[in-house]
């Protein structure tokens, strides 16, 4: 599964003012639902959050994979948002986040979502790849980035030279 083709412009947002990693989400959950991929009836924030109040989404080295699973969801939703400036969100390692992706699937298929949240944790434990999600600016640039590392990633694994 490549992250890259889960998203699109109008699921990222880049420069999120937010004083908090509920705001950050508010802002992520709204992109999915105006961009079709999420029926806002469903209490996606409270569920999200209510999420988080279990355990911290926040994986370290400034990434948080809030997430939550739903009864008539079908299939799954994903967005990535940057904040201005890195948010406290009880993270592991207990550093802030400025790197977030909200996901979004069906309650009955498990199994999607831990595939796509280890896809996520495993791309993003690569410095580069976080390095260049802080960098980019455009929605455009960052779906290519994905791309890209995705690709990178992929050849190195079949004994590939990387970038």
Known sequence: ??????????????????????????????????????????????????REQVLSTGVGNGVALPHARFDGFTGFALAFGRPVRPLEVGAVDGRPADLFFLLIADRRDPSTIVRILGRLARLCDDTVVREGLRTVTTPEEAIDWFRRMEENAAGDSRGGNGP
Not at 17 to 35: F, H, I, N, P
């Open 1 to 50: 599964m490549e992250i890259w083709r889960q998203l699109s412009p109008a699921t990222i947002r880049l420069d999120i003012q937010a004083r908090d990693k509920a705001e950050v989400c508010g802002v992520l959950v709204e992109a999915l639902t105006s961009a079709g991929k999420a029926d806002p009836r469903l209490p996606l924030l409270e569920e999200v959050l209510r």
